[in-house]
């Protein structure tokens, strides 16, 4: 069975940093569709970067220069770095897995739609950002 373990999130100061793991169980085909998600109580979850097949990625502009998405198939596991954190960073952190091969693109784009079948969630990691 498929499973997502995130791990690494805390509570920093503005202008601090973070790392976030996913380690990923279960997982047997050759490519990927892998990404990292944030949500606020009240707002809809959010993309913020994905990486696929290759290790093409894509951030959101709301991240861009700040995060990076890499991976270690070796591992099994996706990173989030965090750099230069601001208060608007501060949500719940999700992996989650597309069993349907795209780009990075349509991966943040697709895998924030709500009843879509072929996506496997972690619980979740908390990241407080104070000012």
């Given amino acids: 069975q498929l499973q997502l373990l995130e791990s690494g999130g805390g509570s920093v100061q503005a202008g601090g940093s973070l790392r976030l793991s996913c380690v990923v169980s279960g997982y047997t085909a050759s490519g990927y569709t892998m990404g990292w998600f944030r949500q606020t109580p009240g707002k809809a ?15 959101a502009d709301s991240v ?39 780009t990075p693109d349509e991966a943040l784009d697709l895998m924030t739609r709500p009843g879509r079948d072929t996506l496997i969630w972690g619980q979740g990691t908390q990241v407080a950002v104070s000012s």
């Fill in 64 to 102: 861009k220069d700040r995060f990076t998405i890499s991976i270690d198939k070796a591992k099994n596991t996706v990173y989030l770095q965090m750099n230069n954190l601001q208060p608007s960073d501060t949500a719940m952190y999700y992996c989650a897995v597309d069993l349907i091969r795209m």
């Fill in 45 to 59: 979850r959010e993309g913020v970067a994905a990486i696929v097949t290759g290790g093409r990625t894509c951030n």
